[in-house]
């Protein structure tokens, strides 16, 4: 009888480890092994010898203001304080207006929730429409300029701001439930004593929602602050970088496909990594100096 038991306890772990060690090879293989060679590419030329050319040219078009990386550079931050602005100023302000339940909340609640559910590709498709001659927003603009319209997609001087636009918009809506649903969890007592005490509607949100839900607000905007060289945008279906569109990750991702320069991109991450780890840790540190034991 031991001996059954023992048989299907051992089958029982067999089972259970093989079905681990896919995991386990898939984090070994994709994610150590890719890593570790990542640290190592940006030392080593395409013939696999050792050398700092790599991290030179990087350095140079860093320092020396080179278009090269400086347009990629300023777009990466526009994008970030774009997805700053979205996910924690914009999505917190909609957020609490559907956890108050405003006037028509829940036609905004479909609406901004419309990027979540459609597809990335049917969003640009549809938003770059708008934006085309005689869309909809040429239309609006030469009916209150009087003016012909600029092809905003296709002009060097518009084409950064339309992209930036599409990611508000498509940035508000996991955020926006996020807060709404921890602003659900506050008691309705609180409420009921701010109507008491005159509390307005914006100040409740400062005094009330924002400091009650502070915990699930720093840990989002910890992750956030960290992807700071991070920031992106669909750029390959929007503009194929022209226009003075290109970010850091659209860089990357032409000198890698496009080129094959894999150490040359691979040391352009390096430096990425380098400039992020202080950002993190200076984060961490305000964060633990804020008070995150919220409870009620």
Avoid: H
């Avoid at 999505?91 to 419309?114: A, E």
């Avoid at 950064?160 to 996991?174: N, Q």
Wanted: with cysteine.
């Amino acid at each position: 009888m031991n001996g059954v038991r023992a048989r299907r306890t051992a089958r029982k772990y067999v089972f259970i480890y093989a079905m681990l060690s896919i995991a386990i090879a898939n984090f070994l293989i994709f994610y150590v092994y890719v890593n570790f060679r990542s640290f190592l590419m940006p030392f080593q030329n395409a013939d696999g010898m050792w050398t700092l050319e790599n991290m030179r040219n990087v350095w140079g078009q860093i320092t020396s203001g080179s278009s090269g990386l400086m347009i990629p550079l300023r777009n990466t931050l526009t994008y970030y304080v774009t997805g700053i602005a979205s996910q924690f100023i914009i999505s917190l302000f909609f957020g609490y207006c559907l956890y108050r339940k405003i006037l028509g909340f829940r036609f905004f609640n479909i609406i901004f929730l419309i990027p979540m559910i459609v597809s990335s590709v049917v969003l640009v498709s549809v938003f770059k429409s708008l934006l085309a001659t005689g869309g909809a927003v040429s239309v609006v603009w030469e009916f209150f300029s009087g003016k012909t319209a600029p092809a905003f997609m296709f002009d060097e001087r518009y084409a950064t701001a339309s992209i930036v636009a599409y990611v508000l918009f498509t940035g508000l809506g996991l955020n926006m439930i996020i807060f709404s649903g921890a602003m659900s969890r506050i008691p309705p007592d609180i409420w009921e004593q701010s109507k008491l005490d005159g509390l307005g509607f914006i100040r409740g949100m400062f005094s009330i929602a924002l400091p009650l839900i502070w915990p699930t607000y720093s840990i989002l905007l910890l992750l956030g602050t960290v992807g700071i060289l991070g920031a992106d945008a669909p750029i390959l279906l929007f503009s194929g970088g022209m226009y003075e569109t290109s970010t850091l990750g659209y860089w990357m991702y032409q000198n890698v496909v496009l080129y094959e320069l894999y150490n040359y991109a691979s040391a352009l991450g390096l430096f990425m990594t380098i400039v992020s780890l202080p950002v993190f840790f200076i984060v961490i540190y305000i964060r633990k100096k804020l008070p995150d034991d919220i409870q009620y």
